[in-house]
């Protein structure tokens, strides 16, 4: 399983990014999949979450009405799309694969099994 995320940078304030992240390895069409980012010295937190066949879609109450997470099954893809930005949204962000068994509403890192390295996103005032 390999997962590749990609899109990050350096934004203003109200400004907007979309992240890309490729999956390869696995049948990307049977996985939920969801985004997560880390700041510096605090811990990983959920961002969003997509179900399998996309027709669903959770995201956290810090970015709701700003944050999109959409796929692409075809192009095995999950994309982020991130509007009005903010510099507390600054954070390394990560795609990941919902481990198979996991709860749907469950958005724990934990319940994740599959991430990829990681994309800077850096968000000035």
């Known amino acids: 399983v390999q997962l590749q995320a990609s899109g990050g940078g350096l934004v203003q304030a109200g400004g907007s990014l979309r992240l890309s992240c490729a999956a390869s390895?696995?049948?990307?069409?049977?996985?939920?999949m969801g985004w997560f980012r880390q700041a510096p010295g605090k811990e990983r937190e959920f961002v969003a979450d997509?179900?399998?066949?996309?027709?669903?879609?959770y995201v956290a109450d810090s970015v709701k009405g700003r944050f999109t997470i959409s796929r692409d099954n075809a192009k095995r893809s999950v994309f982020l799309q991130m509007n009005s930005l903010k510099p507390e949204d600054t954070a390394v962000y990560y795609c990941?694969?919902?481990?198979?068994?996991?709860?749907?509403?469950?958005?724990?890192?934990?319940?994740?099994?599959?991430w990829g390295q990681g994309t800077q996103v850096t968000v000035s005032s």
């Open positions: 990941a694969r919902k481990a198979y068994l996991s709860k749907t509403s469950d958005y724990g890192v934990g319940s994740y099994d599959n």
């Open positions: 390895g696995y049948i990307f069409s049977n996985y939920d």
């Open positions: 997509i179900r399998w066949s996309g027709t669903s879609t």
